[in-house]
């Protein structure tokens, strides 16, 4: 699917839903505690739409949260040797036209509890695209791990566009913290 296996088999999600959740997804995702691990509730009483996504990826009532930009490359083989141009295209068009939503972002990396909102992609030169993200967790560690540009990912298998995936560091340029 997308640029992380948990991406990729992320939710997808009608662009209409998506166009509410651009504009709701900091009200959803909220401040939070790293000790919160509760599952979701209503943060947005007047949008029974942004709750029911909410309730759906079990997002905790209060989370910490980052967004910014990021980059991934895209190959034909877990070698990483030919880049996959076909499945780098298609994960852009995917992500611009559908967003993405995953419920348990890169547990590979965080462990479980991560939620990925990942809205806009661009191809930034041969074999890199460029991602927007806002991402959240009630651990604050999980955040700040993610913000980290010395974290590491391993080389991840996309089904979806038969392309592996390298991901780059996440450069966080806004976060919220619990006040």
């Known amino acids: 699917m997308t640029f992380s296996s948990l991406v990729r088999n992320g939710i997808r999600i009608a662009p209409l839903l998506l166009a509410t959740l651009g504009i709701g997804v900091a009200v959803v995702v909220g401040i ?20 029911e996504v909410a309730e759906q990826i079990a997002l905790p009532a209060r989370t910490w949260t980052a967004s910014g930009t990021h980059t991934a490359k895209g190959y034909t083989t877990q070698a990483a040797e030919a880049i996959s141009v076909e499945g780098m295209k298609a994960d852009c068009d995917n992500i611009n036209l559908n967003k993405k939503l995953a419920a348990d972002f890169r547990s590979d990396v965080f462990g479980p509890g991560v939620k990925g909102f990942f809205y806009k992609c661009q191809r930034v030169g041969p074999g890199t695209n460029k991602y927007w993200f806002t991402i959240s967790s009630a651990d604050q560690a999980q955040i700040h791990k993610l913000c980290d540009p010395s974290t590491k990912y391993p080389i991840v298998y996309d089904e979806q566009h038969d392309t592996y995936w390298i991901d780059e560091p996440f450069t966080c340029t806004s976060g919220s913290d619990p006040s």
């Open 32 to 51: 939070a505690d790293a000790t919160t691990t509760t599952q979701a509730e209503p943060t947005t009483p007047g949008s029974p739409l942004l709750a």
